[in-house]
C-alpha cells in the first residue's frame, strides 16, 4: 500500500465525500517541472466571486472590493508538527487547511471570498498526491464560495508545508474584535467543544498500535462525528449568516482553535474584563463524554485546553438576549465580570476557580 493511502482503512470509507485516490498510477513531480505542476493543480478552479478581478496566472491577484473592508489572515502547517500523514488523508487535509483559515475570517464577523495557498513538497510526494491535496481544498472552496486566486510552490527536503491566506470582506463598522466586551455581557458559544480533541487522542492511540502491529485496524465506529470534528472541521458561515439576520452584532468574538480557556482569556484580556464560566454550560456532544470515559480523560479537559474546536466564542449585550435564547447551536457559558473579579471556572459544586490558560499546540499534544 502506497504511503498516501490511508493506513486506516475505515477513514477512508466513512465519508463517500472523501474517497481517496486508488494509488494505481505515480507521476513523480519531476516530470512536470513546477510549472506543469502548477498548471495542473490549476486548470479546474471555478472563479465565483465579483470581487476577483485576476486570479492565478499573473504575477500578482487583482481584487476589487469597492468601499468595503478588508481583513486577512494566514495559516502556517507543518507535516510532522501539526498534521501526521499516518491517519489524515491529504484530501481532508487540503480541506481543513482551507477550513481553519475561513475560521479566522468568520470570526471577525466577516466573509471570506479569496485564498491563496502555498506549498513546499518533498520527493516522496507524487503529482497524484498533490492533486488529492488540492482535491480538498477546492472542496472546501466550492462550499463555502471562495476563489482559490494564487500561491507559491516550492520544493522541500522534508515533508509538506502548506500555507492558506485567506481575504475577506466585511461593511465598515460590522468588524467584531476580540476587544469589545463590556462587564454584564453574555459569554455565548456555537455548536459543542471538544470533540476534535477527543478524537485526536483516540487517533493517535490507535496510531500507536498500528505501528507495533500492521494488522490492527483501529477501533473508530460509532465515533462518526468526533472524526468529523477532527478531520472534517467546518468553520461557522452559518453563525455570522445567523448574526445578520437576527440584527445581532457581537460585542467581541474569538474562533476557538486553541481550547475555550485560552480563547476566553484572549477575550478578557484584549477586552479589559473578567468572566465567570459555568462548568455546567459548556457544550459537549455525547460520543466526546463516551471517549473521554473510554480513554479516562475528564471530558472538561478537552473542552477548555483540547484544540481545533473552531467553533465561535462571542460576547452579546444583555439586550440581544431574546433574540439568541431559543437557539439551539447557541450556548450561553457565563457572562463578562469587572477585570477585578478575575477570569473564573464555576464548578457544578458552586465553587469559583481561577481559569488556567493552557495553550495547545496542535498536533503535538502538549500543553504550550
Ligand atoms: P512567480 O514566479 O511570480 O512566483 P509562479 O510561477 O510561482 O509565479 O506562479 C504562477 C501563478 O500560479 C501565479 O498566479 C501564482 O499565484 C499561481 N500559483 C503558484 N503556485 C500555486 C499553488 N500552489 N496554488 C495555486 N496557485 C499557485
Ligand atoms: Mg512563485
Sequence with gaps: MGIFVQRFRYINTFLSLFK??????????AELGEFGLIDRLTQ???????????????????????????????????????????YVPLKHLGYKAVAVNLSDIYA????????????????????????????????????????????DTTSSLTGLTISVTAVGEVEKGETVMRSGAKPSDLLCVSGDLGGAYMELQLLERENEVFKVNQKMQPQLEGYDYILERQLKPEPRA????????????PTSMIDI??????????????????????????????????????LTINPLVAALNGGEDYELLFTLSLDDYEKIKNDPDFTIIGHMTDAKEGINLVTTGGSAIPLEAQGWNHGKLQKS
Excluded: W
Design 20 to 29: 481517496t485516490m486508488d494509488n494505481k498510477t505515480r507521476t513523480n513531480i
Design 44 to 86: 479546474n478552479i471555478i472563479i465565483r466571486n465579483k470581487s476577483t478581478i485576476k486570479g492565478v496566472g499573473d504575477d500578482a491577484a487583482l481584487l476589487d472590493y469597492k468601499k468595503k473592508q478588508i481583513v486577512l489572515s494566514t495559516d502556517l502547517l507543518t507535516e510532522g508538527i501539526h498534521f501526521n500523514l499516518m
Design 108 to 151: 471577525m464577523n466577516a466573509i471570506p471570498k479569496q485564498i491563496t495557498v502555498s506549498i513546499a513538497l518533498s520527493s516522496k510526494f507524487s503529482v497524484e498526491a498533490v492533486e488529492e491535496l488540492y482535491s480538498g481544498i477546492l472542496l472546501a472552496c466550492e462550499k463555502y464560495n471562495i476563489d482559490l486566486v494564487g500561491g
Design 238 to 249: 452559518d453563525v455570522v449568516a445567523a448574526f445578520k439576520k437576527l440584527g445581532i452584532k
Design 257 to 294: 482553535s486553541d481550547g475555550l480557556s485560552s480563547e476566553i482569556m484572549h477575550l478578557c484580556k484584549n477586552s479589559g474584563v473578567g468572566c465567570n464560566l459555568f462548568e455546567e454550560k459548556i457544550p459537549m456532544d455525547s460520543q466526546t463524554k463516551k471517549m473521554a470515559e473510554e
